[in-house]
């Protein structure tokens, strides 16, 4: 886990400074299980977490997953508690709904 100041690079070539203690903004040795939502689009998937609105892609089911888990790891590592309590829904609810289609 990166320190306090230090700048992290991901595979998605995404760079930023750790701002937490241990890096997770304090939220380090808190695991939460977020609500991965992975659809096809085009000729690869796309996967969006909803509790942060937090979106990746990939070119199969798993590297979407994949690099959802590797955005949110960085977004919990980069972000100020304030943008993430901002940004953090607790009730997610997935349901399906009927319409009419003309």
Partial sequence: MPEKGVVVKT?????CEATGPGAYN???????????????????????C??????SQG???????????EALTLFF???????IASRLHSEVFITQVEVRVA
């Fill in 59 to 69: 070119a199969t089911v798993e590297e979407a997953r994949e690099n959802l888990v």
């Fill in 26 to 48: 304090g939220f380090m040795d808190e695991m939460r299980r977020l609500t991965a939502i992975i659809e096809r689009e085009d000729d690869g998937y796309v996967a969006l």
């Fill in 50 to 55: 909803p509790e942060v609105d937090i979106a």
């Fill in 77 to 83: 590592e980069c972000a100020d508690a304030s943008e």
């Fill in 11 to 15: 595979n998605l070539g995404v760079e």
